[in-house]
Nanobody, 123 residues
Framework: QVQLVESGGGLVQAGGSLRLSCAAS????????MGWFRQAPGEEREFVAA????????YGAVSVKGRFTISRDNAKNTVYLQMNSLKPEDTAVYYC????????????????WGQGTQVTVSS
């Protein structure tokens, strides 16, 4: 069982930056691939970025390429999403998720989800 708690969301102006954190409970965090997803009002939840258990493989959505960076610190049981050059269309609830068997964008393969943190980007 893995429990995930996101933090770091908030209100920021367009062009600004935020760093989201996702703290995981449990001693097996380092064996899970991690992902970030987001859901804007009235929209389906979508993939943002994913990182393998070791950090060797990283995937990102085209919409955030060059602006968002996913990373992890297994010693701290934490995964991060550094978000730069934020745009109003990045406004959403951001969720982190853990997968025991998959690294990538398919949400069906993620076993555990956090409650989400709100990111609002004003124009």
């Amino acid at each position: 069982q893995v429990q995930l708690v996101e933090s770091g969301g908030g209100l920021v102006q367009a062009g600004g930056s935020l760093r989201l954190s996702c703290a995981a409970s449990g001693r097996t965090f380092s064996s899970y691939a991690m992902g970030w997803f987001r859901q804007a009002p009235g929209e389906e939840r979508e993939f943002v970025a994913a990182i393998s258990w070791s950090g060797a493989r990283i995937y990102g959505a085209v919409s955030v390429k060059g602006r968002f960076t996913i990373s992890r610190d297994n010693a701290k049981n934490t995964v991060y999403l550094q978000m730069n050059s934020l745009k109003p269309e990045d406004t959403a609830v951001y969720y982190c998720a853990a997968s025991a068997s998959f690294t990538g964008r398919d949400q069906r393969w993620y076993d555990y989800w956090g409650q989400g943190t709100q990111v609002t980007v004003s124009s």
